[in-house]
């Protein structure tokens, strides 16, 4: 199912269905979770597992975990794919077949030659956490292990006059679509101005084409859009979109 697209079909599917997991993007499968239980679902969540991807997971796993049998994670990037994966131990185990995995200064870098066409040599992530080397865990498996993690956050925020709640369907155009003209990005949502402001370094003088993304933010949120180009990005401590309460 496309993370990007999710209604209430999505619902009624996991009601019927009753999945014994469900794998995504963490903000996705909590959009699910609550259209899931505005729809009398909540005994069937109970049955089910997660396994969370493809940004941090700690404010939704505070959430999720009241509803779901077990909340598990994995941890990549879409150049070096998954490169840990949590245990039932809760153990984050560096797939180490196909990963290797260092901290530098408290920062995560990551060394993928499984993938032949562009091997990727200490790739820095921009992520936090330490390695605990050959970590022995009462799962069974003795591998290198992530402990410490703090990734690439976006906020959830669902309120009034929004058509859908904030996530990763929101900012992941941006790169998709529009890397030839935004070098960098974050995204700000000012809920009391029903307002959502992209900041980008722009890659070129002319980014006029920009401006479809803009319309398309808005048409699919509810709330007005701006572009504010800028020479470099605030420092929002790791979050590419956050929510701007005060």
């Known amino acids: 199912m496309n993370y990007r697209a999710i209604d209430d079909s999505y619902a009624d599917w996991v009601i019927e269905k009753q999945p014994r997991i469900i794998?995504?993007?963490?903000?996705?499968i909590r959009e699910l979770t609550d259209r899931v239980l505005k729809r009398g679902g909540k005994s069937v969540l109970k049955q089910i597992s997660l396994y969370l991807m493809s940004e941090d997971t700690r404010s939704h796993r505070?959430?999720?975990?009241?509803?779901?049998e077990g909340v598990f994670m994995g941890y990549g990037n879409a150049e070096c794919r998954t490169v840990a994966s949590q245990c039932l131990m809760g153990t984050l185990h560096v797939n180490m077949e196909t990963s290797i995995a260092e901290s530098i200064d408290g920062e995560l870098f990551v060394t993928n030659l499984f993938n032949t066409v562009s091997p990727f040599i200490r790739y820095r992530t921009g992520d936090k956490g330490r390695?605990?080397?050959?970590?022995?865990?009462?799962c069974g498996v003795t591998s290198d292990a992530i402990e410490g993690i703090e990734g690439k956050v976006i906020d959830y925020y669902f309120g009034p006059g929004m058509k859908r709640p904030t996530g990763?369907?929101?900012?992941?155009p941006i790169s998709h679509q529009y890397g030839d003209l935004v070098k960098a990005w974050r995204i700000e949502v000012v809920p009391?101005?029903?307002?959502?402001?992209v900041?980008?370094?722009?890659?070129?003088?002319?980014?006029n084409r920009f401006s479809t993304y803009l319309d398309w933010v808005q048409?699919?949120?509810?709330f007005s859009?701006?572009?504010?180009?800028?020479?470099?990005?605030?420092d929002w401590r790791g979050k590419l979109l956050r929510v701007l309460e005060n």
């Not at 794998?23 to 996705?28: E, S």
């Not at 505070?62 to 779901?68: D, E, K, M, P, V």
């Not at 859009?225 to 605030?234: Q, S």
Request: aromatic letters at 10%; a neutral charge.
């Open 62 to 68: 505070t959430f999720l975990s009241q509803f779901y």
């Open 192 to 197: 009391r101005e029903k307002k959502i402001r």
């Open 23 to 28: 794998h995504g993007v963490a903000g996705a």
């Open 225 to 234: 859009a701006e572009l504010v180009t800028v020479v470099d990005l605030p």
């Open 131 to 138: 390695i605990i080397a050959q970590k022995e865990c009462a």
């Open 219 to 222: 048409e699919n949120t509810g």
């Open 199 to 207: 900041y980008a370094v722009p890659k070129t003088n002319d980014i």
């Open 168 to 172: 990763w369907w929101l900012v992941s």
